[in-house]
């Protein structure tokens, strides 16, 4: 069992602008301070909490009490969960601290603590009163999602009682922003920090382009052009990135056309054919990974920044690569139902022809194409099909264009979504999908075979690599209508 803790920081006051030492002493919201409560609010509302939490302070109440209308759920206060109370200055501005007893500031600069001043709570004190009251609330909800409303320094110093980290070092990281959210899950092994600080929230669109080397669309967004009709999208992973560098993959081997096809795709300006990019060439979202997926990305772009600069166009909107992996790699795995339910939309209640390689029996298995009408698959070979491009796209032609079609077949995939696009059908580069359902349904931790299916990930951002007969040996199925839905069947010898 474990309790999911969202921690914010109340909104902006006047006496935030005033730069007052603000502890028990209260103080006004101000015009933008709303505003923050608006955009914290749109940020959480997908967020089912069950208990929320706050401080004693009107500026912490009100910061959260648009979403415990929104819940249904009536506040929690504690004095536990108040900020430092900073004594006899409480309240003071610090230019007025600073005439009477400048070393408070100075000390301050040099530990990034307030200390020494008198009938002041120590830091050790407010992180000790703080992780026993948020202990006690995560104890109390195992199983459940709460929200708690608090203070700047009141949850710097929880937090660093958490992860251990001093306050000395990590200073901007730790500085609560006004609204700005932590979060963290707490088991019988204690707490487990998974955001922190995080104020994206408050950013626009031109601040988080000021921070990125390209312009690419969220998944979400992504989703949401999709949507409209006879927009398609050609998908670019690291693999197809590489693959224009000569590079070749295991379950694709190099070939010159193929780069070349991807390399006018990559830089094409087709009508209404969306090009997806993978969202961590913009370096920090690699913040939004977790484990060997954010040391390989990381990784990737130190060895591959200089290529990408020169292959990809800083002026070009591009969409996300990642519409078909939602799960497994990210520390916020918060929203993944919402998110299968939007992918869902894609293909409700549509003509769908799927196009894969064999074995790889998308949505066989599962329930992630249920809200399809109607389902046909052309089946092709899973290594290497670019050799049989031309007997691919011939079958799909005999198709109907009021089909959506489906493509989950590697760096082919890409090429024929492409082509298929400026034919006048709708595709969608869907690849990985059904394996990252998968992962989800099962609540992996880590990238697991699944019997029934083939993989392409072998070898592949941490995945164990295998020997080409045991990628290819994969177990039988017996499923009628899964075989009733099959159209055609391309193999490496035909």
Same mark, same amino acid.
């Given at each position: 069992?474990?309790?999911?803790?969202?921690?914010?920081?109340?909104?902006?006051?006047?006496?935030?602008?005033?730069?007052?030492?603000?502890?028990?002493?209260?103080?006004?919201?101000?015009?933008?301070?709303?505003?923050?409560?608006?955009?914290?609010?749109?940020?959480?509302?997908?967020?089912?909490?069950?208990?929320?939490?706050?401080?004693?302070?009107?500026?912490?109440?009100?910061?959260?009490?648009?979403?415990?209308?929104?819940?249904?759920?009536?506040?929690?206060?504690?004095?536990?969960?108040?900020?430092?109370?900073?004594?006899?200055?409480?309240?003071?501005?610090?230019?007025?601290?600073?005439?009477?007893?400048?070393?408070?500031?100075?000390?301050?600069?040099?530990?990034?603590?307030?200390?020494?001043?008198?009938?002041?709570?120590?830091?050790?004190?407010?992180?000790?009163?703080?992780?026993?009251?948020?202990?006690?609330?995560?104890?109390?909800?195992?199983?459940?999602?709460?929200?708690?409303?608090?203070?700047?320094?009141?949850?710097?110093?929880?937090?660093?009682?958490?992860?251990?980290?001093?306050?000395?070092?990590?200073?901007?990281?730790?500085?609560?922003?006004?609204?700005?959210?932590?979060?963290?899950?707490?088991?019988?092994?204690?707490?487990?920090?998974?955001?922190?600080?995080?104020?994206?929230?408050?950013?626009?669109?031109?601040?988080?382009?000021?921070?990125?080397?390209?312009?690419?669309?969220?998944?979400?967004?992504?989703?949401?052009?999709?949507?409209?009709?006879?927009?398609?999208?050609?998908?670019?992973?690291?693999?197809?990135?590489?693959?224009?560098?000569?590079?070749?993959?295991?379950?694709?081997?190099?070939?010159?056309?193929?780069?070349?096809?991807?390399?006018?795709? /990559?830089?094409?300006?087709?009508?209404?054919?969306?090009?997806?990019?993978?969202?961590?060439?913009?370096?920090?979202?690699?913040? /939004?990974?977790?484990?060997?997926?954010?040391?390989?990305?990381?990784?990737?772009?130190?060895?591959?920044?200089?290529?990408?600069?020169?292959?990809?166009?800083?002026?070009?909107?591009?969409?996300?690569?990642?519409?078909?992996?939602?799960?497994?790699?990210?520390?916020?795995?918060?929203?993944?139902?919402?998110?299968?339910?939007?992918?869902?939309?894609?293909?409700?209640?549509r003509d769908v022809v799927i196009v894969e390689g064999e074995k790889s029996r998308l949505g066989v298995g599962n329930d992630l194409f249920d809200n399809m009408r109607t389902i046909k698959r052309i089946l092709c070979p899973p290594e290497n099909a670019f050799l049989k491009y031309d007997?691919?796209?011939?079958?799909?032609?005999?198709?109907?264009?009021?089909?959506?079609?489906?493509?989950?077949?590697?760096?082919?995939?890409?090429?024929?979504?492409?082509?298929?696009?400026?034919?006048?059908?709708?595709?969608?580069?869907?690849?990985?999908?059904d394996i990252e359902y998968e992962w989800y349904l099962r609540k992996a931790k880590t990238k697991i075979k699944i019997e029934s299916k083939y993989m392409g990930e072998q070898g592949v951002m941490g995945a164990k690599a295998e020997s080409e007969e045991e990628r290819l040996n994969i177990k039988d199925i017996k499923d009628e209508n899964y075989e009733k839905q099959i159209i055609a069947r391309?193999?490496?010898?035909?």
């Amino acid at each position: 069992m474990e309790t999911k803790i969202y921690i914010v920081r109340h909104t902006q006051t006047i006496g935030n602008v005033e730069k007052r030492l603000l502890g028990r002493v209260d103080s006004e919201i101000t015009k933008d301070g709303y505003e923050y409560i608006n955009k914290l609010v749109e940020r959480l509302k997908q967020i089912k909490f069950d208990k929320i939490y706050s401080s004693t302070s009107g500026r912490a109440i009100k910061t959260v009490q648009p979403i415990a209308e929104i819940n249904n759920c009536k506040i929690i206060t504690s004095d536990n969960l108040c900020e430092m109370d900073f004594g006899i200055y409480d309240g003071w501005k610090w230019e007025e601290v600073d005439k009477v007893n400048p070393k408070i500031r100075k000390l301050h600069e040099e530990t990034n603590e307030i200390m020494e001043i008198q009938q002041q709570e120590s830091s050790q004190e407010v992180a000790d009163r703080m992780y026993k009251e948020i202990e006690k609330i995560a104890k109390e909800n195992f199983g459940n999602t709460v929200l708690i409303s608090s203070h700047g320094v009141a949850i710097e110093a929880f937090l660093r009682k958490v992860t251990n980290e001093p306050f000395k070092i990590k200073r901007e990281e730790y500085s609560q922003k006004n609204t700005s959210i932590n979060e963290l899950i707490y088991t019988e092994k204690g707490f487990k920090l998974i955001k922190l600080n995080d104020i994206e929230h408050l950013q626009t669109r031109e601040e988080n382009m000021k921070n990125s080397k390209f312009n690419i669309a969220s998944s979400e967004e992504t989703i949401q052009k999709l949507y409209e009709p006879n927009v398609s999208i050609a998908r670019f992973g690291d693999g197809e990135l590489s693959y224009i560098e000569k590079i070749g993959l295991y379950f694709q081997p190099y070939n010159e056309e193929l780069a070349n096809r991807l390399k006018e795709i /990559l830089n094409s300006n087709v009508p209404n054919l969306l090009i997806g990019l993978p969202i961590a060439l913009n370096p920090q979202n690699c913040e /939004l990974y977790e484990g060997f997926a954010k040391e390989y990305w990381v990784d990737w772009l130190q060895k591959n920044e200089e290529k990408m600069e020169k292959l990809i166009n800083p002026n070009k909107k591009y969409y996300s690569a990642q519409i078909s992996r939602f799960y497994l790699d990210y520390k916020d795995k918060s929203n993944v139902a919402n998110y299968v339910k939007m992918l869902k939309e894609l293909w409700n209640d549509r003509d769908v022809v799927i196009v894969e390689g064999e074995k790889s029996r998308l949505g066989v298995g599962n329930d992630l194409f249920d809200n399809m009408r109607t389902i046909k698959r052309i089946l092709c070979p899973p290594e290497n099909a670019f050799l049989k491009y031309d007997s691919i796209l011939e079958e799909i032609k005999k198709t109907s264009k009021n089909n959506l079609i489906l493509l989950a077949l590697g760096p082919t995939a890409t090429v024929l979504a492409y082509d298929l696009h400026k034919l006048g059908y709708k595709a969608i580069d869907i690849g990985h999908v059904d394996i990252e359902y998968e992962w989800y349904l099962r609540k992996a931790k880590t990238k697991i075979k699944i019997e029934s299916k083939y993989m392409g990930e072998q070898g592949v951002m941490g995945a164990k690599a295998e020997s080409e007969e045991e990628r290819l040996n994969i177990k039988d199925i017996k499923d009628e209508n899964y075989e009733k839905q099959i159209i055609a069947r391309i193999t490496s010898i035909n």
